[in-house]
């Protein structure tokens, strides 16, 4: 296991970089590595919420930008993660059968776990904001293994969404939760900024 001090360094090393380094490309394997952290992260009910589209294309990482409001991020980055929520299907009877029937399990636990989960689901006040949550899980890992290996990023939500959608052939029943620009800083990090673990932590 990866020792408490190496840990800590890497969530120090982690902060919303806002330009990269365009002259250094991501290898394959660490961008690998990136997506796995993503694909391996928790979720509700397990039902994986998250898709990801990797946009390496300068052209299209071209298009993108003015669609997020000018963000160098968009444009100086090696690769950009737009992070995809399963905003509809995850609440479709086909889906979360499959994905918990998975799991070994007599059928009449299976039968009420399903029932249990369609209860759930249709009692939700939105299915976006539930599987938004999970799709953000999915990312700060993404970020924070990222960082492990010395590679920067910067969660964005700053963006037109539908223009977005309808630019990357985005299924309607799915949304754009955020985007991951991940890469090489080009400048050092300012100062991280946080308030101490006694100001944010109670215990009872």
């Known amino acids: 296991m990866i020792d408490k001090t190496t840990l800590i360094e890497s969530l120090h ?3 919303a970089c806002k330009i990269f ?13 990136i ?6 992260s928790p979720s509700s009910f397990g039902m994986e919420h998250w898709r990801f589209v990797v946009v390496q294309s300068e052209d299209l990482k071209a298009q993108i930008q003015p669609l997020c409001w000018n963000q160098p991020q968009i444009g100086s980055c090696s690769d950009l993660i737009v992070v995809i929520s399963k905003t509809q299907e ?3 009877k086909s889906y979360y059968s499959k994905m918990l029937g998975r799991i070994a399990m007599p059928q009449e ?19 976006l904001a539930w599987s938004s949550k999970q799709c953000y899980i999915a990312s700060a890992n993404m970020m924070s293994y990222a960082s492990l290996i010395g590679i920067d990023s910067c969660p964005i939500e700053g963006f037109e969404k539908e223009s977005l959608e ?9 949304d754009i939760a955020l985007l991951l620009p991940f890469g090489y800083r080009l400048h050092p990090q300012s100062q991280k900024l946080r308030l101490r673990l ?6 009872r």
Do not use: M
């Open 198 to 203: 006694d100001e944010i932590v109670e215990y």
């Open 109 to 127: 636990k299976l039968d009420g776990y399903l029932g249990l989960y369609s209860n759930f689901t249709t009692q939700l006040d939105s299915a």
């Open 166 to 174: 309808e630019l990357l052939g985005i299924d309607k029943s799915e």
């Open 21 to 33: 380094d365009e002259t250094k490309p991501i290898a394959p394997q660490d961008l690998k590595f």
């Open 90 to 92: 995850v609440t479709q």
């Open 13 to 15: 090393f982690r902060h």
């Open 35 to 40: 997506l796995e952290a993503g694909r391996l």
